[in-house]
């Protein structure tokens, strides 16, 4: 069995469905105090989003099709053969990626952090048994956002990203709305079946839109959960950058208000609460069921 890697502070690894919001949110809790590691876009740590390209090639399967990433974690030898690796590497000179150069000159080591760190990364969603089992006492942030406007966005980036080939965001898989529904869905079941090891209180779901429209007490409840602490002005600021007119974009056109009334009552869609929307009562959306953690049983998880 490959032991888990020392860490001084467990991490927060972010999950969650692409154009969900993810980068948004870990930017601002960087900004409020959060270690995410050294990144080139989107807040997006390179040396874990390495890690998880690295599972994804073992795989033969990426973040449009994650499905083949079960068949690692159902064969013993293989994933301890992953571990091992990954583990080498989080503990070797290579985490110098991940603080960036000046930082590591000080932590050295990820025993030597401290302060709240983690790393966003969508993949995460599927990666996440693999890092588990390396941090045991790691938690996590779930984001979501509601299917529509995902399915939407991830449209428009298959498209601006068709003609460049080396990049693993041109794909076809998502040039439909329906499909890159399916895939939203794919996305938030396996995100709702995830129980850390400390319990269900070690992982926090958090909506987009709410974030939108109530950013104090979605701020409050992520700094709390991360352990964070910022003053005031800084919470403000970061507060004044939220614009709550993004939350359910899709309203504001028609034919995405069309699609919107073709799978609203999709099981996900009303579980989430997303079910009762309408172009001039956006603010009806309400909360999750109080049990949103359990929405998904292992097993179902384990059929993707």
Known sequence: MVEPVPAGTPPIIIVGMHRSGTSFITEILHKLGMEIGWSIGH????????????????????WDNP???????????????????????????????YFGFPKTMHTRS????????????????????????LFPYAKVIHIYRNGVDVA??????AKNYLNRLASPYATVRCNRLSRG??????????????????????????????????PDQELDRLMHFCSLTSDQRTIDRMIETINPD???SFLQHDDLTTFYEKVKNDPWMARLGYDILSKHHPEHHR??????KRLCSNHESASL
Not at 111 to 116: I, K, W, Y
Not at 192 to 199: A, E, T, V, Y
Not at 287 to 292: G, K, L, S
Request: some cysteine; aromatic content about 14%; overall charge positive.
């Open 246 to 248: 993004r939350a359910f």
């Open 43 to 62: 807040g997006e740590s390179v040396f874990f989003h390495r890690m998880n390209r690295y599972l994804e090639q073992v795989c033969n399967c990426g």
């Open 152 to 157: 939407a966005s991830l449209q428009r980036r």
């Open 67 to 97: 499905k083949p990433m079960r068949s690692l974690l159902d064969w013993p030898e293989g994933k301890q053969i992953a571990l091992s690796y990954l583990r080498t590497q989080v503990t070797s000179y290579k985490i110098a990626v």
């Open 287 to 292: 909360e999750p069921f109080p049990d949103t």
């Open 181 to 214: 529904f399916r895939l939203w869905k794919v996305y938030i079941r396996k995100a709702f079946s995830i129980l850390p090891d400390g319990g269900p209180e070690d992982i926090l779901h958090v909506c987009y839109e709410n974030v939108l429209a109530q």
């Open 110 to 133: 990820l025993q030597n952090q401290v302060t709240p760190w983690g790393w966003k990364d969508p993949r995460n969603t599927f990666t996440i048994d693999f890092w588990r089992e």
